[in-house]
């Protein structure tokens, strides 16, 4: 089968090789999807450059992707909830990543079924932003009427983040480019900040969450406008002891990103609040709840542009230059 193959790090980024590899092999509680169409995010980019390899040391050769939506093909002998011939979309485990490719061997418990409302295009926007949000939004525990400033959120995350924490009942502020300012509305954001004209640390205060999709330059400003005791959940900063703690680590890595995110640590003591850094994990429960708030709400995703497999390094080339109206897809089937 094709695949799209990262064969080393690099910190200035690389491409990756469209390679011919063996079918993927299924366990017992694992699921053969043909791959229709996968998601590609920031986070493909981070591996490349070896930017998560703390959090997860991937072995070379790595088939790259994160997130799909696919058919199944075969179904491992423990499996109970899914048959073949159902589509099913998910966020593929940490450790075992690969939707750059036309079939995935994938953990049940990663996927849910596709709402049918979506196109294959449109559901590949769904899992890993959606997930995202919802692990984020657990994190914050936030109550309907609250407030909530996005960073960013113009991008494939904003596009997503922005309607899923209406459906929560928070009141959404975010920044990003004219340009966008009436696509965001549509999507429920309740106040729109062109960031050419307005700097959002001097007219937005006193907020309950924040969640940083920008990281490192932007997170001083984001405490800024945090209210005491306020809760920031972070994609792009560092990740801190905290982090380290709640997912598992071991012992010499808690010890290392503790040193590391101190300093964001230290801004979030300085006003009693809470710096998070999340890093989205698999979760086939959590798709099936979005899906349900997608189908419940009539959730429109935002598809930016759609390319082929052999053209995967133009697809991560766009992402990695920013400015996206929403997800890009890679169409494998």
């Known amino acids: 089968m094709k695949a799209a193959v990262l064969t080393g790090y690099d910190k200035k980024g690389r491409d990756v090789e469209i390679r011919d590899i063996p079918m993927p092999q299924i366990g017992a509680n694992d699921l053969l999807v043909k791959i229709h169409t996968a998601g590609v995010n920031p986070l493909d980019n981070m591996i490349i450059k070896g930017e998560v390899k703390m959090i997860v040391p991937y072995k070379m050769p790595l088939v790259m992707g994160n997130e799909f939506v696919g058919m199944i093909e075969k179904v491992g002998a423990s499996v109970k909830r899914f048959s073949e011939g159902e589509r099913v979309y998910g966020r593929i485990p940490l450790d075992r990543i690969g939707t750059f490719a036309e079939y995935a061997a994938v953990s049940e418990n990663a996927v849910a079924k596709v709402p049918e409302y979506l196109s294959d295009e449109e559901a ?33 995350l904003g596009a997503m983040a922005i309607p899923v924490a209406k459906s929560f009942g928070l009141i959404v502020i975010t920044n990003g480019s004219a340009e966008n300012r009436d696509r965001v509305l549509s999507l429920g954001a309740d106040r729109f900040i062109d960031y050419k004209t307005e700097d959002y640390a001097t007219t937005v205060s006193n907020v309950d969450y924040v969640l940083d999709t920008l990281g490192d330059r932007e997170l001083p400003k984001e ?17 801190n002891g905290e982090f380290a703690v709640r997912a598992g680590l071991p012992a010499i890595k808690r010890f290392l990103l503790k040193i590391a995110g101190r300093k964001y640590d230290k801004m979030a003591a300085r006003k009693n609040q809470k710096y998070f850094f999340i890093f989205v994990h698999e979760d086939g429960a959590g798709v099936e709840r979005i899906g349900k708030i997608f189908a419940e709400k009539h959730i429109e995703a935002s598809v930016d542009g759609v390319f082929s497999l052999d053209d995967v390094n133009k697809a991560l080339e766009k ?7 929403g997800k890009t897809v890679i169409k494998i089937v």
């Open 124 to 156: 590949a926007c769904v899992p890993l932003t959606a997930l995202t949000t919802l692990q984020a939004l657990d994190l914050m525990d936030p109550k309907a009427g609250e407030t909530i400033f996005i960073s960013g959120g113009t991008g494939s």
């Open 223 to 239: 405490f800024g406008v945090l209210k005491e005791g306020g809760k920031l959940v972070s994609v792009r900063g560092m990740p």
């Open 319 to 325: 992402v990695a230059a920013g400015r996206s109206k």
